[in-house]
């Protein structure tokens, strides 16, 4: 894992990012000035973290404290032993998660990389890929607002996929940001570089190619 200058450890059933190219976008987007200003205040959450690889990225930043939530028992496991193994224990909790999708408070940058596809899951590790109703997204467009401090944001990171298999529109996006009174303040694209995006036998074919992959930065509406 470039980002990292390190591995990154998968468990059986956990999504694992084998696309480096969104971990590269949490990378090298700019930290919230907030965070920035004040590195040991600063704070993010990680919503679905699965292997916790957006997590350490954001502790390797210099975040403060991260903390990384999943509703798969396997990712827990999985978040916990790698936080463990990049000896990050000081600097990510792994909570055992509460009611909603949120942890407890508010913080300076809230990350969530989604199910991509609104689909059904028919095995273990497609919960990370499928989510028949959009659940987690829309949960996390509605509860931002209400968990960021002041001047703080949420990266968004989404595949386009979606879009082009003809099971989302960019309006449906667009509106849901909207609804949930949340300001774009910025698309940040990246291309997928997987072997499967450029593999022409692959059925997917023309929807992979033409993928995109965004990190949206969105404040709370004024
Ligand atoms: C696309 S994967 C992203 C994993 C990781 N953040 C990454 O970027 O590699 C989506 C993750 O969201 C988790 N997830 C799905 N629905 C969820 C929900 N309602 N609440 C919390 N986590 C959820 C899945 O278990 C999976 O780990």
Known sequence: MSALGTRIHPHYGVFAPVRGEYVDLVAHTPLPPVARHSPATSSAFDLGTGTAVLAAVLACRGINRVVATDISPRALACARENVHRLALTD?????????????????????CNPPWLPARPTSLIEQGVYDPDSTMLHSFLAGLSAHLRPGGEGWLILPDLAEHLDLRTRQQLLDAIQASQLRIVDKIDTKPRHPRSKDA???????????????WRLFPAP
């Open 91 to 111: 600097r990510i909790e792994v909570p055992v998660p509460g009611p909603g999708l949120y942890p407890e408070g508010r913080a300076d940058l809230v990350v």
């Open 201 to 215: 036998a692959d059925p997917l074919h023309t929807a992979r190619s033409a993928e995109t992959t965004s990190l």
